[in-house]
């Protein structure tokens, strides 16, 4: 709960040099933005080892995804 920084290490950085890295990646759900904000309420910083918190393969989840990751507290 303390945390103010959280890293994912997926493992799916072992593709970026292929073309699934661009079209195969995972992303994050939109929920989990709202779940680390009760859970980690200092988190300011999430980082991925795949390129986006958007799945490619989901994109409507993934603009939901960054819409809820990018929103403000109080916004």
Known sequence: PEADLLLIRSGFEKYRSSPEYHTANPGLHSRLAD???K???RLRT???DF???SSFQNREEGRVSHRMFLKRENG
């Open 51 to 53: 390129i986006s918190v």
């Open 35 to 37: 779940f680390l904000r």
């Open 39 to 41: 859970k980690c309420p």
């Open 46 to 48: 999430i980082g991925v």
